[in-house]
């Protein structure tokens, strides 16, 4: 007779099965993202995509029982991308409230770790302050994997941090149908500062902009400079990776 597969979305699970999961195994997995531009040939929910691939992905490879892994919260903080059509952005309050409310949910349900595998870089910020109130308040242990962080690097394309080279080859890697070819733009000039500044010592300040004073097409970097290979690799790794750290916090939680 075969084995019945583990389902690993919440969503998929009844109550008992739920409440069993979470007696085993303590931990609940949130994939976080946005609704966002990404330049006129991704789509615009790439960053809660690949959110939820890698969360899913890291869930199946994990030893049993698995860990469950929450509904994707499909939008994030993407005030600066507002002047492109289709993107969707909470404010930062809105966002850490969401992700609190959802960790004090768990917890009742008996989760003592929540992990957030957290597809968008302007989500960051808020996700240390969610941390730190779920942390101090409801006494959850509280932990952000971004495991494509500095992905770009290991790709070797200078300025490359949005809808460029590198995005566009991982999402070639995992859904090739829903990139849009054609629309790739040839590269734009843009460049830190914004215009408007021009600070002596650059590196010593931090300041908000907006993506359209930076570049026409939305993409800061160069999307024509595509290798899928090293995309299929970039996500093995960032999976491998998470399902290392989900087996220590197994240990760890079942120790405690």
């Not at 195994?25 to 991704?42: R, T």
């Not at 049993?64 to 909470?90: A, M």
């Amino acid at each position: 007779m075969s084995r019945k597969k583990e389902k690993i979305e919440l969503g998929e699970v009844t109550r008992e099965t739920a409440k069993k999961r979470f007696k085993k195994f303590p931990l609940a997995i949130l994939p976080v993202g946005s609704c966002e531009q990404h330049g006129p040939h991704l789509p615009l929910d790439t960053d809660a995509y690949d959110a939820h691939y890698v969360a899913t992905e890291a869930a199946n490879l994990s030893k049993s029982p698995k860990p469950l892994v929450l509904p994707t919260l499909p939008y994030g903080i993407s005030l600066h991308h507002l002047g492109f059509c289709g993107t969707v952005s909470l404010t930062p309050q809105t966002f850490i409230n969401l992700v609190f409310e959802i960790a004090e949910s768990v917890k009742l349900h008996g989760v003592k770790a929540l992990v957030v595998v957290n597809g968008h870089g302007g989500n960051t910020a808020s996700l240390i302050a969610a941390g730190q109130m779920i942390k101090h308040r409801l006494g959850m242990e509280f932990y952000i994997y971004e495991g494509w962080s500095g992905g770009h690097k290991r790709f070797g394309i200078p300025g490359d941090v949005h809808a460029g080279g590198f995005e566009t080859s991982t999402s070639l890697a995992i859904r090739p149908h829903l990139v849009d070819r054609e629309a790739i733009p040839q590269p734009v000039k843009s460049s830190f500062p914004i215009p408007q500044t021009n600070f002596s010592a650059e590196e010593h300040i931090g300041f908000a902009f907006n993506t359209d004073e930076l570049s026409k097409t939305g993409v800061l970097g160069d999307a024509t400079k595509i290798d899928i290979e090293k995309g299929k690799e970039f996500w093995k790794r960032s999976i491998e990776n998470l399902v290392a750290i989900l087996e220590e916090l197994r240990k760890h939680l079942l120790r405690a």
